[in-house]
């Protein structure tokens, strides 16, 4: 049995959550439902996006690819439930989806499970959700799974409303690994400001419709370089404040620098690293040798910083740093550690 990995979706991520959901609605008008009907408009990012923020919506992944999206939220709807209902702590399933090309692995049921294992775990003493009300089949699929059918609210507004429970109980979830990255601050870099090529316009706004940085940071001093997808020449790493990176080897087992745009990880070009079982210490393109990582301070404390392979990295702008007008100046940028899953 394949392992996933399931982690909450990140703002980056909206589109990816809209792919997942648009995909199973046109699958679903395809065999006659009118199930998420609307559904451009019905799962729009300004719609989504404070379910993001809220870390309600999670996202199942398949090595790279991310194959279910499932939402889990803490509070019902006041039109389909009662007001004792409501006081009782409870979870509330919704948007579940599963890609085509996983159909058939019961994913959905998996989530779900997982979900009544998450309920529980939360404290929760039932997991709920309501169901479009002119789907049998899928009303079959929740009573099939030992889902209880609590009764049918007809809001002529409303196109779901029959409503479904089961007690939240924990479970061993099997195939499926939920994944909370926990940051570790590893110091405060000094960086310069870069302005990235006109040719990368694109940094300002991502398929989501989310900001994006305006310029690059390049650390004073050591590591890290790579092989310039475009120049064809070792170049300095351009750090964007905020987003991921991550070395992994490519599909030729080349270490490789790739960052996260929109969701997705993109190659950024391979990592200049030293042959042989020291493939994480960076090599100078200038001089051919071993090149010591930038320094790093941590209470008063300077120390290289050594990037580990399957390992992530995040930077963020130094409280009182302020890069967001012209003149670009020097500033200090924090770096946080994640450790990635493995894949």
């Keep these: 049995m394949s392992t996933y990995v399931l982690r909450r979706a990140e703002a980056d991520e909206i589109s990816v959550v809209q792919d997942l959901l648009r995909e199973a609605a046109r699958w679903l008008h395809q065999r006659g439902y009118d199930q998420w009907d ?27 690819r991310a194959v279910a999206t499932i939402t889990v939220e803490f509070e019902g709807d ?53 169901a479009w009300k002119t789907n049998p089949d899928l009303h079959a699929y929740y009573r099939d799974r030992g889902w209880q059918h609590v009764r049918t609210v007809d809001l002529a507004h409303r196109r779901s409303g029959a409503l479904f429970q089961l007690p939240a109980e924990r479970a061993e979830i099997d195939g499926i690994v939920e994944y909370h990255p926990q940051p570790r601050r590893l110091g405060v870099l000094q960086t310069r400001p870069s302005v990235p090529a006109s040719d990368r316009s694109a940094l300002y706004a991502d398929t989501a419709g989310n900001w994006r940085p305006s310029h690059q940071h390049i650390t004073e001093g050591g590591a890290p370089w790579v092989v310039h997808r475009w ?24 270490w490789t620098l790739y960052v996260r745009e929109g969701g997705r990880w993109h190659h950024e070009g391979p990592v200049l690293t030293e042959p042989g079982e020291r ?54 940028m924090i770096v946080y550690e994640l450790v990635a899953p493995a894949s």
């Design 231 to 254: 120049l064809g020449r070792p170049v300095e790493v351009g750090w964007l404040p905020d987003y991921r990176y991550r070395i992994a080897a490519d599909a030729t087992g080349q």
């Design 279 to 332: 493939e994480d210490v960076m090599r100078d393109p200038r001089t051919g040798y071993p090149a010591q990582g930038p320094w790093l301070t941590n209470n008063g404390t300077a120390t290289r910083w050594t990037l580990k392979r399957g390992h992530e990295y995040v930077l963020k702008h130094a409280p009182g740093e302020d890069n967001t007008r012209a003149p670009l100046s020097a500033c200090r």
């Design 78 to 130: 006041p039109e389909f439930w009662t007001p004792d209902e409501l006081a009782e702590p409870a979870a509330y399933v919704a948007k579940l989806a599963v890609a085509r090309s996983h159909a058939g692995q019961e994913l959905g049921a998996r989530l779900l499970a997982w979900a009544r294992d998450y309920a529980a775990r939360q404290g929760a003493e039932w997991v709920r959700l309501d």
């Design 38 to 64: 609307q559904a451009p408009q019905r799962f729009s990012a300004q719609r989504l996006r404070p379910y993001v923020e809220r870390g309600e919506v999670w996202l199942l992944w398949d090595a790279d």
